[in-house]
């Protein structure tokens, strides 16, 4: 069973450490600001010097605004997790009632918060500044944001299964794991752009399926909901994998003892 | 007869080939403060997050209030809590954030009654909105201790509580600790290298040393296993014929002109005392110490390293 005042009680701590914390909060508003700044004005400039492709521009903000999701998702898993074993509050909080679950759905509900305040975010500013309203996928951009948001919790719930059993040594990989899988999931390009082998890794991901699928209401206007289909069913795989996985190394680094990686 | 609240069945823990625990097997009674003495490395700590489900253990069995840990965690961790200087709280948290999120996650119903009340035992109200990492260390083994406390333990593990704390305070918090115990029946385990503080708080003591429990008693009884005593005399006279009495006994002891420090078997002090009365060889001063847990602990840490 789980117990919801113990998620409730691991949601507020992270919230607090939000308050404390302006990296934190920066991260939340600074990257995605820099991002659609740097990558919204590439899309104008090839808009400009290609009139063929109008569509430059909001190819570009599609994948960098909806990236955030997979981004976040995966991020706030890893990052709350690091957070306390550089606190020492790890033994603490596992010496606690609580259960690896409900600090899982913990991590869920708030990385989840953080997503929808760093998206409503990054759209408003990517109207501001480009005029590119991310609601033109109409309500098919809820599913779609829920299925790369999955995805981000399974890469999340992967990168946290090594984190618990080897600690700050490979803290790198809560920065860095997300982004092997951005060339293959084809946020800016069709996956037709990658080279044949890339293009069967391609399938086996998730997010793939996504942008391809966006992209499609952006220069058709059809809905496909096959692609969102293969994306969903994808996740579910994953996703209960990387819990396994994650709960498969937090057996094994307690075996060897969770109070070592304070 | 006291109910038994813990009971731990050939409790071992293997890293590869060193075995840090050694199929240890104990009991703890309902409001019994029970020590665990050793050397560093002796698997204190090793057990301590056994108990608390931190670290598997790689055989043996763990029962709380007649029940298994393994499958009863959470209703058990609900029971119990911890205090070591080997952890930390939230270092951005104030004091108040960090005991108001474990407050919750002990489902504590009165959590700002507690939480000032604990805060006020242990005189550290006025900490209440500073950040962990801005406090001394002895605050901060304040602090923890609060944690401890905030869920009404039935068993409280400590390692090592009153470390970094100044005399004054650390006796407050033996005191603390005592009264609880008195009021709520509270079964305390702890570790500690404050060997009046063992000898103060425990009714029992466990001592291990390379992962075994090499002896198990009062402190009294172990400090008894010491025979050694020291006794100190000052002789105004007859100094040389005081020395060979002494070496003809074969014992161990250093001069300071008229002052002799001699240690020697506890048994032995009146026999060496009759051989001086018959030499004529008078003392105007006398003490005589008589072995502690201390020299208990001593002589194990001796025999470690030998």
């Not at chain 1, 951005?182 to 998730?206: C, D, E, G, H, N």
């Not at chain 2, 404050?194 to 400090?223: F, Q, W, Y």
């Amino acid at each position: 069973m789980i117990n919801f005042n113990r998620v409730f009680a691991m949601v507020i701590r992270d919230f607090l450490n939000l308050r404390h914390v302006p990296d934190r909060l920066a991260d939340m508003f600074y990257w995605p600001i820099v991002d659609l700044l740097l990558w919204g004005l590439v899309g104008l400039y090839f808009a400009q010097k290609n009139s063929n492709f109008p569509y430059a521009v909001p190819v570009i903000l599609t994948g960098l605004v909806f990236w955030i999701a997979i981004w976040r998702g995966q991020f706030e898993i890893n990052i709350n997790l690091l957070s306390e074993i550089w606190d020492k509050n790890l033994v603490n909080i596992l010496a606690s009632p609580l259960k690896p679950i409900e600090w899982m759905l913990s991590f869920l509900i708030f990385g989840g918060i953080k997503m929808l305040i760093s998206l409503a975010f990054s759209a408003f500013m990517a109207f501001l500044l480009y005029h590119f309203n991310i609601f033109i996928y109409g309500f098919s951009i809820i599913p779609f944001m829920l299925s790369l948001l999955i995805t981000g919790w399974a890469v999340g719930f992967f990168v946290a299964g090594f984190l618990i059993y080897f600690g700050q040594r490979i803290q790198t990989i809560a920065w860095s794991a997300v982004f092997l899988i951005i060339p293959f999931s084809a946020p800016y390009y069709s996956v037709s752009t990658l080279p044949p082998w890339a293009q069967i890794i391609s399938k086996a991901i998730p997010s793939s399926y996504v942008f391809e699928g966006l992209r499609q209401i952006l220069f058709t206007g059809n809905y496909s909901s096959d692609k969102l289909f293969i994306s969903f069913g994808l996740n579910f795989v994953y996703l209960i994998l990387s819990v396994w996985f994650f709960m498969f190394m937090f057996e094994k680094s307690r075996k060897l003892g969770l109070g070592r990686l304070i | 007869m006291k109910d038994t609240i813990l009971e731990v069945k050939n409790l071992t823990k293997q890293f590869g080939d060193f075995l840090a625990v050694d199929n240890i097997s104990f009991s703890l009674k309902a409001g019994e403060i029970l020590g665990f003495l050793g050397p560093n490395g002796a698997g204190k700590t090793t057990t301590i997050q056994m108990l608390l489900g931190v670290t598997g253990p790689t055989a043996g069995e763990i029962f709380y209030f007649n029940k298994e840990f393994k499958k009863n965690r959470e209703e058990i961790l609900r029971q119990i809590n911890f205090s070591s200087t080997y952890i930390s709280l939230p270092w951005l948290l104030t004091v108040s954030e960090s005991l108001e999120v474990f407050a919750r996650l002990y489902e504590i119903n009165d959590r700002k009654k507690r939480i000032k009340k604990l805060l006020s035992e242990f005189e550290i109200e006025h900490l209440i909105k500073k950040q962990f990492h801005m406090l001394s260390a002895g605050e901060k083994t304040r602090v923890l201790l609060v944690k401890a406390f905030l869920n009404y333990p039935k068993i409280l593990l400590l390692d090592e509580p009153t470390a970094s704390l100044d005399p004054d305070i650390a006796i407050k918090i033996r005191e603390f600790i005592k009264k609880e115990r008195r009021e709520y029946n509270v079964s305390v385990l702890l570790t500690s290298h404050n060997m009046s503080e063992v000898e103060d708080m425990c009714d029992r003591v466990l001592v291990l040393n390379h992962g075994k429990i090499i002896e198990e008693g009062t402190p009294e009884m172990l400090a008894r296993r010491v025979s050694d005593c020291r006794m100190e005399l000052t002789i105004p006279k007859n100094l040389e014929r005081a020395t060979s009495i002494f070496e003809e006994n074969k014992l161990t002891f250093e001069r300071d002109r008229m002052r002799f420090k001699i240690t020697l078997d506890e048994k032995k002090v009146a026999e060496i005392l009759m051989s001086l009365a018959k030499a004529r060889v008078n003392y105007d001063d006398i003490s005589i110490d008589k072995p502690d847990l201390e020299d208990y602990f001593l002589k194990i840490v001796r025999e470690k390293n030998d």
